[in-house]
């Protein structure tokens, strides 16, 4: 079995970048926290096997956060 393909979000704009960390800062529910983080590690370029193992969640929850903030914004 091969290596999966790196997955990154999309190029975040300045005012997303903000709007996530304002969630970082603000967030009551801990899903929104947890999604906010994925995007913003996943922007400054970390790998999602990185991210998971520092969150202490699978590689597959932070690759459907990505792919799901890559298609959908901040709907996801």
Same mark, same amino acid.
């Given at each position: 079995?091969?290596?999966?393909?790196?997955?990154?979000?999309?190029?975040?704009?300045? +005012?997303? /970048? $903000? =709007?996530?960390?304002? &969630?970082?800062?603000?967030? *009551?529910?801990?899903?929104?926290?947890? #999604?906010?983080?994925?995007?913003?590690?996943? +922007?400054? /370029? $970390? =790998?999602?096997?990185? &991210?998971?193992?520092?969150? *202490?969640?699978?590689?597959?929850?932070? #690759?459907?956060?990505?792919?799901?903030?890559?298609?959908?914004?901040?709907?996801?």
């Amino acid at each position: 079995m091969g290596r999966r393909p790196e997955v990154f979000v999309r190029q975040v704009s300045m +005012a997303e /970048g $903000q =709007r996530l960390q304002r &969630i970082t800062r603000t967030a *009551k529910d801990p899903v929104k926290l947890r #999604r906010a983080i994925v995007v913003l590690m996943s +922007a400054q /370029g $970390q =790998r999602a096997p990185d &991210i998971a193992h520092l969150l *202490k969640t699978s590689e597959n929850y932070v #690759r459907n956060v990505i792919h799901a903030f890559n298609n959908r914004r901040f709907h996801a």
